[in-house]
């Protein structure tokens, strides 16, 4: 599969080839090499998001293999044995040792993806770790530059990236219509307040701004508390933040943690000249590029007979390219340095806030940076990870 080309995905082969299960027996990707992968932390999103993603890849004839995991609760550990097989660790020390695997999905708690990241680079794995790749911008860097010092790729999740429609708006930058765009803007829904609404949901949409619009050069930020007083743990419900990027063009976020939680829960305007288009999320774009015709809109086309989130939710696509870059046959669509730059935007936007004023980037001194933000936090009265 590449990735430069929109469309040109598993599911999108099945009537082709009169093969609408999408299983037909794939030479290509039966040919490659077998790669060995272990996972660190088998909870919420490995369990519902990546476990059926790389069955599906297994299911489409790509050839990789989950040989060990890694879980201190024995009771999800034992079904997720029973279910997807793989041998069971309760020490990752042990299992980097006598298994070796060729890649480590780390998916544990945030504050132990340092510990585990650098731990398994140093083993010689390459490493795809969930977001936000930490919870500090200090331990951000030490891991992208333990990666560097191993010569071990380090990627750090970012599924919108690999979502079609997503895809689809980027090429559109890179190709036109929407070349050199002046003007962004994005909008997120995390909708829930049991996680923190920048680090755990509005990351997301950092990382997004930073692919389509490049980095940003200063970030002026305004938040409220309207509703959560005594009930949720964030110090803001909801922010918006204007964007100066280093390219000259101009953007603003808005994310809400109050209002409830919908696709397109995240939706993206990318403004060019005498042209510009929407992505609602992972579902629709549209490109409004004529005063005459009509506007343009690209849906996914999924046959009925197939599963859906795994494909455009983007995780199939980020495990498969992760294990195209242990092959070497790939780039990584999202870097490990793409996980601290999105971080250090999240950072910026939270000093901003706290401080009431812009903050210019890139962020210096990082252990002043982290421990303002926490003081924030803290006096918010944020009750910690
Ligand atoms: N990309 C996304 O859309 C998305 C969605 C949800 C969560 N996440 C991220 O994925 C990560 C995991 O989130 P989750 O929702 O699955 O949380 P979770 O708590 O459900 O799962 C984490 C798992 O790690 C295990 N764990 C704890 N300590 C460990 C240790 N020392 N060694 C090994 N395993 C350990 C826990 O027992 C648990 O099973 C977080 O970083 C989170 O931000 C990303």
């Not at 389509?212 to 002026?220: E, I, Q």
């Amino acid at each position: 599969m590449s990735y430069d080309t929109y469309g040109h995905t598993p599911s999108h082969k099945a009537f082709d080839l009169l093969d609408v299960y999408g299983i037909a027996y794939d030479e290509e990707r039966a040919a490659r090499k077998k790669v060995r992968l272990a996972i660190i932390g088998v909870g919420g999103v490995a369990q519902s998001k990546y476990f059926p993603a790389i069955a599906r890849l297994r299911m489409i004839w790509e050839p990789i293999e989950i040989v060990a995991f890694v879980e201190p609760r024995e009771a999800d550990a034992r079904k997720v044995q029973s279910v997807y097989g793989g041998k069971w660790y309760a020490d990752y020390r042990q299992m980097l040792v006598e298994e070796k695997p060729d890649g480590l999905l780390v998916l544990s708690p945030d504050h132990l993806h340092a510990e585990h990241t650098i731990a398994g680079l140093e083993a010689g794995c390459h490493v795809l770790v969930e977001k936000p790749i930490s919870r500090s911008l200090v331990d951000a860097r030490l891991m992208c530059e333990a990666a560097d010092a191993a010569k071990r790729t380090l990627m750090t999740v970012a599924t919108m990236r690999y979502s079609p429609p997503y895809r689809r708006a980027k090429q559109f930058i890179e190709r036109g219509p929407v070349s050199n765009p002046a003007m962004y803007v994005g909008k997120f829904n995390l909708g829930y307040d049991y996680v923190d609404l920048f680090e755990s949901g509005t990351i997301h949409l950092f990382d997004l701004t930073r692919y389509f619009m490049g980095d940003v050069a200063t970030v002026n930020a305004v938040g409220v508390n309207r509703y959560e007083k005594n009930r949720r743990r964030y110090p803001i419900d909801n922010a918006i933040a204007t964007f100066e990027f280093v390219s000259g063009a101009v953007g603003t976020i808005y994310t809400s943690a109050s209002a409830l939680s919908f696709k397109p829960w995240m939706r993206v305007e990318i403004y060019g000249d005498k042209v510009w288009l929407a992505v609602d999320d992972q579902s629709e774009l549209i490109l409004y590029d004529s005063e005459e015709g009509p506007a343009q809109s690209w849906k996914p086309i999924v046959p009925n007979t197939l599963l859906f989130d795994e494909e455009f939710g983007g995780f199939m696509g980020i495990v498969e390219n992760f294990a195209q870059v242990i092959r070497g046959q790939e780039t990584p669509v999202v870097t490990g340095w793409d996980g601290y730059r999105a971080y250090e935007l999240k950072t910026a936007t939270q000093l901003s806030l706290a401080r009431k004023e812009k903050v210019t980037l890139p962020l210096d001194d990082l252990a002043a940076a982290d421990a303002e933000v926490l003081a924030w936090l803290q006096a918010n009265g944020w009750p910690g990870e």
